[in-house]
């Protein structure tokens, strides 16, 4: 963590961080990083074991205020939870990275699964964002990040509803960078390619991968988009996604890109 202490992210946006999906991955490495940087934390996840035991690590390791908040982000009442945590705690910056991921057929998944996916990837990040970022507003200073999908620059097959939920969030947190800049609150978009999360573990996606589809760990992601808030309104996180980003969206038309994918993804299903 000898990096992070060098982001001096905590003046900037503390004193509280909200982390989504905070329990494992990607949110777990924000939560790592931003405790190392001296923030008090607000971890959010349905996973109580794992929460609070993160929590309690955080708290002990760092000397700071670290809170498991347990739940389930796509239920109706989100907007009063994040009223209610916005009025006990000063939140500087959030970290909207809960998601769900299906992978299967478009018309294999319920419709249900597929409402529950918009419910948490689209309407709980509008909830938080909106809330949380409306009281950073007024205060003159925040940082919101979202963590969307190298996905969503381009649609996928066999992700196709992830992927577009995921292009909901880059498109958010683009949009409200260039609206917000210069008012002290400042937004990002993080795509990350394929990433060595509990999703992608139990879904075997990081076997037998071709050349063209690298996979990272959730460190390195979570460090540099901290690292980029407040410089650009999104990121491709590590050379080899920005690799495959720039060859698969910009030298190559889209439907051979969708093509490409299509038998990635295929021969990773088996």
Known sequence: ?????????????????????????IGRAFATHLAADGFDLLLVDREAGDTIALAEELGADHG????????????????????????????GLLVNNAGISLLDPFFDISLDAHLATLDLNCRATLVLTYILGKAMASRGSGGIIIVSSASGLSGSPYFCH???????????????????????????????????TK?????????????????????PVALAALRALGKKPALVPTWADRMSAGLLSKLLPRAWTLSIMKRSIEKMRG
């Open 1 to 25: 963590m000898r990096d992070t202490a060098k982001l001096g992210l905590h003046a900037r946006y503390g004193p509280y961080a909200l982390v989504t999906g905070a329990a494992r991955g």
């Open 162 to 196: 992830y992927a577009a939920t995921k292009g909901y969030g880059l498109n958010l947190a683009c949009g409200l960078w260039s609206e917000l800049r210069g008012s002290g609150v400042e937004a990002l978009a993080v795509c990350p390619g394929m990433t060595d």
């Open 64 to 91: 700071i205020d670290a809170r498991a908040l347990i739940c389930d982000l796509a239920e109706p009442n989100l907007s009063a939870k994040a009223e209610e945590w916005v009025s006990r705690y000063e939140i």
């Open 199 to 219: 999703p992608v573990q139990d879904q075997g996606l990081a076997a037998d991968l071709p050349f063209y589809v690298p996979v990272t760990g959730p460190e």
